[in-house]
T-cell receptor, first 113, second 115 residues
Framework: GENVEQHPSTLSVQEGDSAVIKCTYSDSASNYFPWYKQELGKGPQLIIDIRSNVGEKKDQRIAVTLNKTAKHFSLHITETQPEDSAVYFCAPGGGSTLGRLYFGRGTQLTVWP | DTEVTQTPKHLVMGMTNKKSLKCEQHMGHRAMYWYKQKAKKPPELMFVYSYEKLSINESVPSRFSPECPNSSLLNLHLHALQPEDSALYLC??????????????FGEGSRLTVL
C-alpha cells in the first residue's frame, strides 16, 4: 500500500507568518493530492487538492505544490490567522490503492496572535 | 445540502451490547466510507461502499458490520466490542469517481466509548 510521511508533526507560527507542511508518498501511480483540515470536534474538511497534471494550485492564502518526480507535495499557508490553527492531513490517492485514501500522520498547526 | 449527518454524536456501550451508528447524505454521492480515528492519529479506512455494494473491507474484525440500505444511508452495526475499539467513527461520502479520487465529505463523527 501507499507509504505516506508528513512533516512536521507540529508547527507553531506567529500570526501573519507563513506555514509549510510537506507530504511524501511512495506510490508513483498516485494522481490525486488533497489536503484536509480538521478542527477540534469536527470531521476533516478538504481545503485544497491538486491532480498530477498540474504543478501548483492556489486558492487565496492557501497553495499546494506538487513534485511528482520526487514524490512529494506541500501545503503553503500565507498570512496565517489564529483560525488556521487545526490539524492538517495529506491523503494522496488514485494510484494502485484505488479507493483507499491513506492519510498522513497529521500536522498540528498553532497560530499565535 | 453539503452535509453528512451522523448519529448519535456520542455513544457509551458495554462489551456485550449491540448498537448501531448511522450516517446520511443527500448529495447524490455514490460512494460512502467508514473511518476510525483514535486520539491524535489520522483517520483509518474501515469500509468503502460503492453504488451500495461493499467494495473495500480493510480487514476489519467481524464485530463491526457495515450496511448500506440505500444510496443515502450507511450504518455500522456494533456487537461485542472491546475497550480498544473506543474511538471517533467518521462517515464520509464522495461522488464515487471510478478511481475514487475527489473530495471526501466527512460528518462530525460518532464518539464511541466501550466500557
Amino acid at each position: 500500500g501507499e507509504n505516506v510521511e508528513q512533516h512536521p508533526s507540529t508547527l507553531s507560527v506567529q500570526e501573519g507568518d507563513s506555514a509549510v507542511i510537506k507530504c511524501t508518498y511512495s506510490d508513483s501511480a498516485s494522481n490525486y493530492f488533497p489536503w484536509y483540515k480538521q478542527e477540534l470536534g469536527k470531521g476533516p474538511q478538504l481545503i485544497i487538492d491538486i491532480r498530477s497534471n498540474v504543478g501548483e494550485k492556489k486558492d487565496q492564502r492557501i497553495a499546494v505544490t506538487l513534485n511528482k518526480t520526487a514524490k512529494h507535495f506541500s501545503l503553503h499557508i500565507t498570512e496565517t490567522q489564529p483560525e488556521d490553527s487545526a490539524v492538517y492531513f495529506c491523503a494522496p490517492g488514485g494510484g494502485s490503492t484505488l479507493g483507499r485514501l491513506y492519510f498522513g500522520r497529521g500536522t498540528q498547526l498553532t497560530v499565535w496572535p | 445540502d453539503t452535509e453528512v449527518t451522523q448519529t448519535p454524536k456520542h455513544l457509551v456501550m458495554g462489551m456485550t451490547n449491540k448498537k448501531s451508528l448511522k450516517c446520511e447524505q443527500h448529495m447524490g454521492h455514490r460512494a460512502m466510507y467508514w473511518y476510525k480515528q483514535k486520539a491524535k492519529k489520522p483517520p483509518e479506512l474501515m469500509f468503502v461502499y460503492s453504488y451500495e455494494k461493499l467494495s473495500i473491507n480493510e480487514s476489519v474484525p467481524s464485530r463491526f458490520s457495515p450496511e448500506c440500505p440505500n444510496s443515502s444511508l450507511l450504518n455500522l452495526h456494533l456487537h461485542a466490542l472491546q475497550p480498544e475499539d473506543s474511538a471517533l467513527y467518521l462517515c464520509a461520502s464522495s461522488q464515487g469517481d471510478r478511481d475514487h479520487t475527489g473530495e471526501l465529505f466527512f460528518g462530525e463523527g460518532s464518539r464511541l466509548t466501550v466500557l
